[in-house]
Structure formats: C-alpha cells, structure tokens
C-alpha cells in the first residue's frame, strides 16, 4: 500500500486502500483505473492513480468515490491533482471502520457499487517491541484479528509467508535465526472482484502493523 508509516512507541502501523478494476466502454475499449491507495500518517490517503482509457490516454474529469458508513457524510470524493490528468486524490483525518465501496464514472462509462470489507486495524500482539527471543527455536507471532481477512502475509528479514488470518504463525526454527534488529510486518488483506469490470479487475484493502525492531539471540 508503498505507504507512509505511522510509529507507535516504535511499532509501525499502515493501512491501504487498493482498487484495479477495468471497465467496459461502449467503443469496446477499456478504463484502467490503476491503484486508489491510501496510506495512514496522521490519517488515510486515499489516491486513484494513472486513470487511462483504452489507448493508453490519461482520463480527466471523472468521478472517483469511495463511500464509507463511518466518515463524514458517508463518503469520500477524490479530486484531480492539478497538473497531473487522470490522478484523484484525498485524505481523512483517521481510518475508517467498516466496508469499502467504489465508484468511478466518466461519462458513460462506469464502475460502481465495488465492495469490499475493511479488515479492521489490527496490533500485533508477540512479540513485543524491543523484546529478545531465544535463536533457533520456534516463535509464535500473534496479532489481533477485529474481522477475519481474506489473508494474511507474515515477513521478517529472513522470511515471509502468506496464510489465513487465524492471528497466530509459528516461525519454525529455521525461520527465526540469530538477528540483532529483527522485525515483522503483518498484513491482512480482503479482496473481491470487481462486479461489473472486465476479467481480473479487484478491490483489495491492506492493514499492515510492524514491530521493529526485536532481537533474536
């Protein structure tokens, strides 16, 4: 969700808003809107970027929504960045709860009414912030799950895994060698298809939290 951090008492927090979709044009072309991205610093970014129509040209003068029962007035309208033609952007002033739910019109040509679930904005749990765990033996890294997420990735320097969001992974160990420094970043995703796009178009939201760092020793 490349996205900016935020650091809490030295553990770091992401989030992200993804949307790929395409869709149909009347011409038979295609509207690519490529990722609507939102990073958390002192809130959300929510970003549509490189929005192009079928030959490639970037799309100017549409209309970019993200609806959500939790922010002020139930919705937010993404603006065109000045200079910079097919790019839509906002920000809020924290992360929303709840589901996601995309529109993006240019004249007759539409894709609305996408929904995807927020996985809600996990901590993890274990291990803490400036802990040392033992080298070479197994670790359990664990996490809270507010809503049970499509997927899970698990990552630290010497690793990474994608598996379901039970809130637990156990590092074998093998996965958890001697590391001064080490960290882990935990990231819950929900992703469905775009109804009404064409084949492969998708809505993903990220949560991220890291702990960095820990020792291993």
């Known amino acids: 969700m490349a996205a900016p951090y935020q650091k809490v008492v030295g553990s770091q927090t992401t989030c992200e808003w993804v ?4 869709f149909a044009k009347e011409t038979h072309n295609e509207s690519v809107p490529h990722p609507v ?4 610093r002192a809130g959300l970014r929510l970003e549509q970027r490189q929005l192009k129509d079928g030959a490639g040209a970037n799309v100017s003068g549409a209309t970019v929504a993200v609806r959500n029962a939790s922010v002020a007035d139930g ?3 993404l603006t065109e960045v000045t200079g910079t033609p097919g790019r839509y952007t906002a920000t809020l002033a924290s992360f ?3 589901d996601f739910q995309l529109s993006v019109v240019k004249g007759t040509d539409s894709v609305l009414g996408v929904v995807v679930g927020g996985p809600g ?3 993890i749990t274990a291990p803490a912030l400036n802990a040392t765990v033992t080298a070479g033996q197994p670790l359990d890294v664990t996490w809270s799950t507010p809503a049970v997420a499509k997927q899970v990735s698990v990552t630290t320097r010497d690793m990474s895994i994608t598996a379901p969001d039970t809130g637990v992974y156990s590092l074998t160990a093998a996965q958890n060698p001697a590391r001064l420094n080490q960290r882990v970043t935990v990231v819950r ?3 469905v298809e775009a109804a009404g796009g064409l084949l492969g178009s998708r809505v993903n939201v990220t949560y991220t939290a890291q702990i960095n760092p820990y020792n291993v020793q």
């Open 96 to 98: 929303p709860s709840g």
């Open 37 to 40: 991205r939102s990073g958390c």
């Open 189 to 191: 995703t929900n992703e």
């Open 121 to 123: 904005m996990h901590t």
């Open 75 to 77: 919705v937010v309208n």
């Open 19 to 22: 949307c790929n979709t395409r």
